[in-house]
């Protein structure tokens, strides 16, 4: 029985993997399937570097500007 | 009625599934799509969303005036509730069309656990606006605020972004191509809603 209970939670594991068909981009696929690990697993750490880099890019480029969006956008609640 | 373990066991399954779209949201959008077990879990979301209109409330209008709280609250959970359905509907007629499979059920607990990052971001900037309010100077702490400020607001950005793609993926079963389809019309869609919200000084930035 307990064999049989592992059987059936293989098998809706492999159900579940297969929910979705393999993601391709024709010649893309293979930078598409660099890129998206990263954003699958522990997203959080690429997002919150990519937006501290971004934010300090645009301090570079807007100057002061981003001061006042970081100031409209706290009135955006 | 409700039995008090079924509630804990649904906290519990919210709290894992909150974690999940955090740290692991592939998997854990993937696995919410298949689910068929009580799903109730998702309504915890709904929960905090109304938490954040109260809150949001009494900081705007103040407890002095009870009556004007409380439309202010109705105001903006019916306008978030518009907003809601006006996303749903819109999605799962594209995805439809564009030969999409799914149900709306489905759709809903991927759509409504993508309001976690929606909902941080405005619980965080109501607390900062408390405790930090606007504007900011060009001083040097006002600029490093800032740039730290717009760091989590493009984190959680970002954060609704993949949530937003994997509510179309495994929702509806769309590929990537599909899924830029949908976007194009929904970007549109977006901006009208901001405008019509924003016109009617409902929201600033729009709580979808």
């Given at each position: 029985?307990k064999?049989?209970?592992?059987?059936e939670?293989?098998?809706?594991?492999?159900?579940e993997m297969?929910?979705?068909?393999?993601?391709?981009?024709?010649p893309?696929?293979f930078a598409y399937k660099?890129?998206?690990p990263y954003l699958?697993?522990a997203?959080?750490?690429?997002?919150?570097?990519f937006?501290?880099?971004?934010?300090?890019f645009?301090y570079f480029?807007?100057?002061?500007t981003?001061v006042?969006?970081a100031?409209l956008?706290?009135f955006?609640? | 009625?409700?039995?008090?373990?079924t509630?804990?066991?649904?906290?519990?399954?919210?709290?894992?599934n909150?974690v999940?779209?955090f740290?692991?949201?592939?998997v854990?959008y993937?696995?919410?799509s298949?689910?068929?077990?009580?799903?109730?879990h998702f309504?915890?979301?709904?929960?905090?969303v109304?938490?954040?209109?109260i809150?949001?409330?009494?900081?705007?209008?103040?407890?002095s005036y009870p009556f004007?709280?409380?439309?202010?609250?109705?105001v903006?959970f019916?306008a978030?509730?518009f907003g809601?359905?006006?996303m749903i509907v819109?999605?799962?007629?594209l995805?439809?069309?564009?030969?999409g499979?799914?149900?709306?059920k489905t759709?809903?607990?991927?759509?409504?656990y993508?309001l976690?990052?929606t909902?941080?971001w405005?619980?965080?900037?109501?607390l900062?606006y408390i405790?930090?309010p606007?504007?900011?100077?060009?001083?040097f702490l006002?600029?490093?605020?800032?740039?730290?400020?717009?760091?989590?607001t493009l984190?959680?950005f970002?954060?609704?972004i993949?949530?937003?793609y994997?509510?179309?993926r495994?929702?509806l079963?769309?590929?990537?191509?599909?899924i830029?389809?949908i976007?194009?019309?929904?970007v549109p869609?977006?901006?009208?809603l901001s405008?019509?919200?924003?016109m009617?000084?409902?929201?600033r930035?729009p709580f979808?």
């Open positions: 029985m064999n049989d209970r592992v059987y939670l293989l098998v809706a594991k492999m159900q297969t929910v979705v068909p393999p993601q391709t981009l024709g893309l696929t660099r890129i998206v699958k697993f997203p959080w750490r690429s997002t919150v570097t937006s501290f880099l971004l934010s300090v645009l480029l807007l100057g002061s981003v006042k969006i100031s956008l706290q955006g609640f | 009625m409700i039995r008090v373990t509630l804990v066991k649904l906290s519990l399954l919210f709290v894992t909150a999940g779209t740290h692991n949201p592939y854990t993937r696995r919410l298949v689910e068929k077990t009580d799903h109730r309504l915890f979301v709904f929960l905090l109304i938490a954040y209109f809150f949001a409330s009494f900081i705007r209008i103040g407890k004007l709280l409380s439309v202010h609250f109705n903006l019916a978030f509730i809601f359905t006006t819109f999605f799962i007629t995805g439809k069309l564009l030969g499979k799914g149900s709306v759709l809903t607990i991927l759509w409504t993508s976690l990052p909902t941080i405005f619980f965080l900037t109501s900062l405790f930090l606007p504007p900011r100077t060009e001083a006002g600029k490093l605020f800032s740039v730290i400020f717009l760091t989590l984190s959680l970002f954060w609704k993949i949530l937003y994997l509510t179309l495994f929702a079963r769309l590929d990537l191509l599909k830029g389809l976007t194009l019309l929904v869609l977006i901006v009208g405008t019509v919200f924003y009617l000084r409902i929201f930035v979808l």
